[in-house]
């Protein structure tokens, strides 16, 4: 897709279709009422017909307006004027891209951003309309023998800002917008992709593509041997019990100034999790091939930090393997060393995630990082305690957690942070082992984090519990590609591009 900005007369612009917005009432917007005047009142003897109520997310599609260079004009409700939030914004740039998506044309100049919903400024308004268009355009069609049939696909928004002395800023907006999409697709793709393909050597090729195109990145991957002469008894263990060797991949991108302590993101890899000898129950088991969508949001943060050439220093880690039962699988009372010299009694192989991440965060203090942040489909209980709308912040470190907390609220990815008390970890107490691998029933989530605080000592450190956020289920099923956003805030932030 292509974003460009436009500024100028309003009534002039040619393109197939002027996207306009319009209130509850019969209330033209700003932008829309110049085009009304222009169409010498067209539009308002249209409304006076009452076939748009102005609901956010209505829409009306006109065709011969006169007065103007455009072929269509479509109407977007939004609401009440005094009502417009980021939500009711967002609610209606999906109308009109999903509708726009399914008509003859393929390309549109949106107004939208020009409306000045409550606390959202002009940045944000023009981020917003390109990541949620692209986000409303995704397709996923790599396994289906016959590509979706569309005849007329969305390739082009343009977006219109009356002040033309806002065009730099909102084609900052754009430009970010548009990189931060391509990482949120990307991670879509590979979290849609079945296991049966997307295996950890498939991540593996990913990432030396990824390499590949860029000279400021490095990619490594390890192999089992590897990890073995480091001692990563955990993350070996999981894979024992699968066909597929495991893949501990490791990217380093040097945007940044050299010796500048690098941001590392870790990524769980689990790329098919039937838990093991502890055995998932079958219903809904095919959803756990989403299981490496920590690892997905990895690359696609990487993809985006790439695609800006952001000066940062930033480093990838993405432990990968299957959790499958077999002769050879963990079973429950196995006691395996993790990379950190702690042992581990496996009370359930199903808690697969926290071994494979403890050994992949240990491995992480050899970058000497500024911050770890790692993303994990870790736990239902988050679901259970969050629901699907933010993700589970875990820290004990309450300037990170603002700043994290702050990220995801201005890309509008959020997360909400849970207690790591010390109060949870000695429900990880083991008769036989240095710690076991789960705690008792009650706060699952946490026990999982606490758990992995046993690794992070030697560095600031958060964890994103995103079982609830990564994908979703039912008709809807599929990748959501967060919280690629959240972190490519945060990178944004870090390497000083929003000042
Ligand atoms: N990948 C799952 C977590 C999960 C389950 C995410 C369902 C989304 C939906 C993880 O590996 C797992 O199985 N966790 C167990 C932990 C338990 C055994 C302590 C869980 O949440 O049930
Ligand atoms: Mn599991
Ligand atoms: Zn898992």
Not at 41 to 47: D, K, V
Not at 126 to 137: L, Q
Not at 217 to 232: P, Q
């Amino acid at each position: 897709m292509e974003f460009k900005i436009k500024s100028g007369d309003l009534a002039k612009q040619k393109t197939p279709c002027l996207i306009l917005g319009l209130f509850e009432n019969q209330k033209l917007s700003g932008t829309a009422e110049i085009v009304d005047q222009a169409s010498g009142g067209h539009l308002s003897e249209i409304l006076g017909k009452g076939d748009l109520d102005g609901k956010t997310g209505r829409t009306l599609m006109l065709y011969g307006v006169p007065g103007i260079s455009c072929e269509r004009v479509l109407l977007v409700g939004c609401g009440k004027p005094k009502g417009l939030n980021r939500r009711s914004y967002r609610k209606a740039l999906a109308a009109a891209v999903t509708l726009l998506d399914d008509t003859g044309t393929t390309a549109a100049l949106c107004t939208l951003p020009e409306l000045v919903p409550e606390a959202m400024d002009l940045y944000h308004r023009v981020r917003d309309a390109v990541t949620i268009c692209a986000d409303k355009v995704y397709r996923y069609d790599q396994t289906k023998s016959e590509k979706t049939p569309r005849r007329y696909p969305l390739e082009r928004l343009d977006i219109w800002v009356s002040n033309r002395r806002d065009t730099k800023t909102a084609g900052h907006a754009a430009n970010h917008g548009a990189a931060i999409s391509q990482g949120v697709c990307l991670a879509r793709d590979l979290g849609n992709l079945p296991g049966n393909i997307c295996t950890p050597a498939f991540l593996a090729d990913q990432a030396i593509d990824l390499g590949k195109k860029h000279p400021k990145m490095r990619v490594e991957v390890l192999e089992e041997k590897d990890m073995e002469a480091l001692g990563m008894g955990a993350l070996l263990s999981v894979s024992r019990g699968s066909r597929q060797p495991a893949k501990l991949i490791v990217m380093e991108y040097k945007g940044g100034q050299k010796g500048e302590k690098p941001v590392v993101f870790v990524g769980k890899g689990l790329t098919f999790d039937a838990g093991g000898i502890s055995i998932k129950p079958a219903a809904e088991m095919d959803e756990m091939k989403f299981d490496m969508c920590g690892a997905a949001s990895v690359f696609g943060a990487m993809k985006t930090a790439l695609e800006l050439e952001l000066p940062i220093n930033l480093v990838g880690v993405v432990p990968s393997s299957e959790n499958l039962p077999d002769g050879d699988a963990n079973k429950p009372g196995d006691i395996v060393t993790s990379m950190s010299g702690q042992t581990i009694e496996i009370l359930n192989t199903d808690a697969e995630g926290r071994l494979i991440l403890c050994d992949a965060l240990t491995y992480s203090e050899r970058f000497n990082p500024a911050v770890v942040l790692d993303m994990a489909t870790l736990t239902g209980a988050c679901v259970v305690a969050l629901g699907k709308h933010p993700c589970g912040l875990f820290t004990q470190n309450d300037k990170l957690a603002t700043e994290i907390l702050a990220a995801g609220e201005a890309a509008g990815d959020p997360a909400w942070r849970m207690p790591l008390w010390d109060d949870y970890q000695e429900e990880l107490d083991s008769n036989f082992a240095d710690m076991a691998n789960i705690g008792s029933r009650w706060g699952g989530a946490i026990t999982a984090a606490c758990f992995l605080s046993r690794y992070t000592k030697r560095y600031p450190w958060a964890h994103l519990d995103i079982a609830g956020i990564a994908w979703r289920n039912g008709k809807e099923k599929g990748a959501t590609g967060r919280p690629v956003s959240l972190l490519a805030q945060l990178l944004l932030e870090r390497s000083g591009q929003l000042k």
